[in-house]
C-alpha cells in the first residue's frame, strides 16, 4: 500500500511547486495567444510527440527488458504523465521562444485531462489491470497544483506589471533554491525505498529522457526555435500525476520510490540538455 506522506512534506511539495509556477505565471501576458496560433501546425505535432511516443518507448522497455511490479509500475505511470510544473522554466533556459513555451505548456497540461486516463485504460488492456483515475482527478491536480498559480501570476502582470516586475526575480531565485531543498528532503526521506528498487527507474528515466528529447526535436520539424522548447516537453514528466494515480490505485509503497529514481533519471539528462543548449546558443 501506499504510505501516507508526511503532512509537512506535502506542505512543502505544494508550497514549492505552487512557487515555481507562480513565478513563470509573473511571465505570461497576451503574446502566448498569438504565439499558440502562428505555431498551431508546430504545436499540435509536440502535442502528439509529449502523448504518444514517450509512453510507447516507455511499454516497450519494460516489456523487452521483462521489468515487474513496483518498477515497471512507476516508469510507466511517468511515461503516461506529462507536464511537469517545472517542465517550462526548463524549455525557457533552453532557449525556447518565451511566448511559445508557455503556449505548449498550457496545451500539454490541459489535455492531460484526456490524454492520462485514455493512457491508463490502454495500459489496462496491455496488461490486463484494472487501473483508475477520473478526468476529474487529473484536472484538479492541474488546475491547483499549475492553472490557479500561472493564473494568478498572469493576473497580477496584467493588472499591477509594476509589482510583478518587483516580485519576479526574488521568487524566481526563491522557488529554485525551494526545489533544490526539496529534491535533497526527498532523496533523504525516500532513500531506503531507493535501495530497495535499485537502479532500474533511475537508467529508465535516462534513457527514456533522452530518447524525449529527440523525439520533440525531431517533432518540432524545421522551426529551429521551438526545438529546444518541444524537446524539453516531451522529455519532462509530471510526479505529481504519477503519484496521484498510484495512490488512487492503492499501489505498493516502492512506486513511489520508482517514480522518484524516474524523476532523479530525467532531471539529470535535462539539465545536462539545457546547459550544453545554452552554451551552444552563446556561441552562436
Known amino acids: 500500500m501506499i ?38 501546425v508546430v504545436l499540435a505535432a509536440l502535442l502528439f510527440a509529449v502523448v504518444v511516443p514517450v509512453p510507447v518507448l516507455a511499454v516497450l522497455l519494460v516489456k523487452v527488458s521483462g521489468l515487474k511490479g513496483a518498477v515497471a509500475a512507476g516508469i510507466l505511470l511517468m511515461a503516461i504523465s506529462p507536464g511537469a510544473p517545472v517542465a517550462l522554466r526548463r524549455a525557457i533556459e533552453a532557449g525556447g521562444p518565451s511566448a511559445f513555451a508557455p503556449a505548449l505548456h498550457l496545451a500539454i497540461v490541459m489535455s492531460a485531462v484526456i490524454t492520462v486516463p485514455a493512457s491508463l485504460a ?20 492541474v488546475f491547483f497544483a499549475q492553472l490557479l498559480p500561472l493564473g494568478l501570476g498572469a493576473a497580477l502582470r496584467a493588472f499591477r506589471p509594476a509589482i510583478a516586475g518587483r516580485i519576479e526575480t526574488v521568487l524566481t531565485r526563491a522557488s529554485n533554491l525551494m526545489l533544490v531543498a526539496l529534491a535533497l528532503v526527498l532523496v533523504v526521506v525516500l532513500w ?22 529527440l523525439v520533440g526535436a525531431a517533432f518540432a520539424g524545421a ?21 496521484l494515480i498510484a495512490s488512487a490505485n492503492k499501489l505498493p509503497a516502492a512506486v513511489i520510490a520508482s517514480v522518484f529514481g524516474y524523476a532523479l533519471g530525467l532531471t539529470l539528462v535535462v539539465t545536462v540538455f539545457v546547459v550544453a543548449w545554452g552554451r551552444r546558443r552563446a556561441r552562436s
Not at 204 to 210: E, F, P
Not at 223 to 243: E, I, K, T
Open 192 to 213: 531506503r525505498l531507493l535501495e530497495e528498487v535499485g537502479w532500474a527507474p533511475f537508467a529508465a528515466g535516462v534513457g527514456l529522457s533522452a530518447c524525449a528529447l
Open 122 to 141: 490502454i495500459l489496462d488492456a496491455i496488461y490486463e489491470k484494472d487501473f483508475a483515475i477520473t478526468p476529474l482527478d487529473v484536472a484538479r491536480q
Open 3 to 40: 504510505s501516507p506522506i508526511p503532512a509537512w512534506l506535502a506542505v512543502l511539495v505544494f508550497a514549492t511547486v505552487f512557487s515555481v509556477m507562480l513565478s513563470l505565471g509573473l511571465m505570461l501576458g497576451r503574446e502566448q495567444i498569438a504565439a499558440a496560433l502562428e505555431r498551431r
Open 223 to 243: 522551426d529551429g526555435r521551438a526545438r529546444p522548447a518541444g524537446a524539453v516537453a516531451a522529455a519532462m514528466r509530471n510526479p505529481g500525476l504519477a503519484l
